[in-house]
């Protein structure tokens, strides 16, 4: 069964801190790690990861994966009080009878205050 | 340009009660997907379809059942409530992964479900 884990579940930091936030994962049939931001209703599509080692940038997000330790990482700099929100990770399967398969972690709650 | 659209947003089931939730997707995608959410679960799939007429069971199923008669449409039944079942149920769409560069799921709004 496939298996998505985030560290840390909550977060608290103030304006201007840089957090990063992780993502564990045992996918079969791996393909990409998908990173979602969620914050009143439906998750938002962040990034989609599918080779290791190469950055993926947007404004003051970032995030990479590692497929031989089977890891991501988001990081955000000079956090500001519209990043507080639930951040998914999860892990796509693309195999057999799972293909298409989205396995989702717990979230991680990050809370910026002012 | 409306996505993925669920009916109903909220909804009060007495124990033991039936209904039915509803997903409509515009974008022709190929695949379908129920989850539900839970403080400090994640989202965790139920049902899941890769194309019209199929249908397959996710992580949770149980107390659970689904139907894709048509492309855009992707229901799912509660046929007896049970507090247990209390959530906020989330559809999504996609095409087929890997038909395009960015791929992700489209979610919808979200049905606040609460079973007393």
């Known amino acids: 069964e496939d298996k998505v884990v985030q560290s840390p579940l909550s977060l608290v930091v103030h304006e201007g801190d840089t957090v990063t936030l992780n993502c564990s994962y045992e996918?079969?049939?791996?393909?990409?790690l998908l990173w979602y931001k969620q914050e009143k209703k439906a998750p938002t599509f962040l990034f989609m990861l599918?080779?290791?080692?190469i950055e993926k940038k947007s404004g003051r997000l970032s995030s990479i994966l590692d497929k031989k330790e089977l890891f991501s990482i988001l990081n955000i700099t000079a956090t500001q009080t519209g990043d507080s929100a639930i951040y998914l990770c999860?892990?796509?399967?693309?195999?057999?009878?799972?293909?298409?398969?989205?396995?989702f972690g717990q979230g991680t709650i990050l809370t910026v205050h002012p | 340009n409306a996505g993925v659209t669920q009916t109903p947003k909220f909804r009060v089931l007495k124990t033991g009660q039936s209904m039915t939730l509803l997903c409509a997707q515009d974008m022709n995608h190929e695949y379908m997907y129920w989850y539900r959410q839970d403080p400090g679960m994640g989202l965790r799939l139920i049902h899941y379809?890769?194309?019209?007429?199929?249908?397959a069971k996710g992580e949770v199923p149980d107390g659970y059942n689904v139907s894709r008669l048509k492309k855009q449409n992707f229901l799912l039944g509660l046929e007896s409530a049970a507090p247990s079942q209390t959530s906020v149920y989330f559809c999504a769409s996609s095409p087929l992964p890997g038909t395009v560069p960015s791929y992700g799921y489209t979610f919808g709004s979200g049905t606040r479900l609460t079973v007393v």
């Open positions: 999860a892990g796509l399967n693309a195999g057999g009878t799972s293909y298409g398969k989205l396995t």
């Open positions: 599918t080779s290791s080692g």
């Open positions: 379809s890769v194309g019209e007429g199929t249908t």
């Open positions: 996918v079969t049939n791996f393909r990409s």
